[in-house]
Each structure stands twice: as C-alpha cells, then as structure tokens.
C-alpha cells in the first residue's frame, strides 16, 4: 500500500497568517493516464470531510483562492494564505492513483 | 442541492451483519464513481470500497481487510448505494462515509456518516 505520511501532525495559527501542509508518498502518484490523483479534505470539527483539492492544485466550487496545492510525483504541499476561522479542522490528503486509497494522518490546524 | 445521506448503521454482536444505505441527489448518478470510507475512533480515515458507473461495467473494489465480507453494490434508479457487511468484527467499528464523485473527478461530495459499533 501506497504510505502518506503528512507533516506537521499539528499546526497553531492566528487568523491571517499564511501555513503549509506537507505529503510526501512511498511511491510515485503519477497514474498510467499521466494524472496525479492527490486529493486535500478538511473536516471542520463535528463535521464530514470535505474535499477542497483534487488533482493535485484543481480547486472544487466554492473553495477560497486562499487554498492552493502543489507538488509532483511523491512530494505535495497544501498552502493556506490568510488563514480564517472557518479553515479550523483538520486537513487530510487522499491519493487515489492506487488502489488501496490512502489517506495522510491529518494535520490539525488550531488557532493560536 | 446536493445531498448524500447514509443511514442502517447501529449497534451489532460479532459475526452478525448489517447494510448501509446511502442516498444522494443533487448531482449526476448514473456516471458518478461511488465510495464507502470509515474512521475510526481514533480519526484515521481509510478507504472501504468503490463502486464504478454502468460505462464501467459497474467494477468493484475493496480494500484488503473486507474483502470477502463486505459487499457494495448500487441502485442507479433510486441514486443511491449499498454496503453489506457480514461476519462484523469490533474492528469494524466506524463511522461509515459515502463519496460521489464525477466524471475525471470534476465534483465529489461526501455524506454526514452513519456509526456503525460492533460490540457483544
């Protein structure tokens, strides 16, 4: 099975300031289709996860331009610019180029 | 709207089985690739199963540790789909997650989670 290993596990943070997330892969994510399947996903406490990222930088609808994503091959970043109250949670990454899935083991992102 | 709610989760004994439901609207069934996730009491989040689209001959997957036990499968008229648990263990113990996604992964909408215990 493909390994995420997600860096840092906690993050303390006042509103406004900029963060980044680490996921780093034991193989490469680069599919046969030549698409990268490295999904971000936030759950907000109490929440569901909700995906905020796919393909590595592609937003979904709806998510601030405050979110990018970046990275190839086993080495991802998650960018959060001007951090708000809302994007308290904790934030995961997924691949999906092998199966099984696999997730990150988060990074929870508190307020200072 | 969107909308994905699972439901038939519950409190079960060892060896007994249970199906959860999950129904969604909102979006594009038929060619959506559909998911089940659990997490576990301590928050780590795994892959159960997947389920593909008609055009995909509706293909399945599961992730090792169900395999043999768990069955997914789908219902395109009623937009929604299925997980059959059998022979439950305590390490089944979750919360069960549903995922829609789109085509070339263009959406993807996640349920509220159904809690399934297994305990005697």
């Known amino acids: 099975d493909v390994v995420m290993t997600q860096t840092p596990p906690s993050l303390s943070v006042a509103i406004g300031q900029s963060v980044s997330i680490s996921c780093k892969s034991s193989q490469s994510l680069v599919a046969s289709d030549k698409n990268t399947y490295l999904n971000w996903l936030l759950q907000s406490p109490g929440r569901s996860p909700k995906r905020l990222i796919y393909q590595v930088s592609k937003l979904d609808s709806g998510v601030p331009d405050r979110f990018s994503g970046s990275g190839s091959e086993k080495d991802f970043t998650l960018k959060i610019s001007r951090v708000e109250a809302e994007d308290l949670g904790v934030y995961y990454c997924l691949q999906g180029t092998h199966l099984p899935r696999t997730f990150g083991g988060g990074t929870k992102l508190e307020l200072k | 709207e969107v909308q994905v709610l699972e439901s038939g989760g519950g409190l079960v004994q060892p060896g007994n089985s249970l199906k959860l439901s999950c129904a969604t609207s909102g979006f594009t069934f038929s060619t959506a690739w559909m998911y089940w996730y659990r997490q576990f009491p301590e928050k780590r989040l795994e892959w159960v199963a997947r389920i593909k689209a008609k055009s995909n001959n509706y293909a399945t997957d599961y992730t090792e540790s169900v395999k043999g036990r768990f069955t997914i499968s789908r219902d395109d008229s009623k937009s929604s789909i299925y997980l059959q648990m059998n022979n439950l263990k305590e390490e089944d113990t979750a919360i069960y997650y549903c995922?829609?996604?789109?085509?070339?992964?263009?959406?993807?909408?996640w349920g509220q989670g159904t809690l399934v215990t297994v305990s005697s």
């Open positions: 995922e829609g996604v789109g085509i070339r992964g263009w959406f993807a909408y």
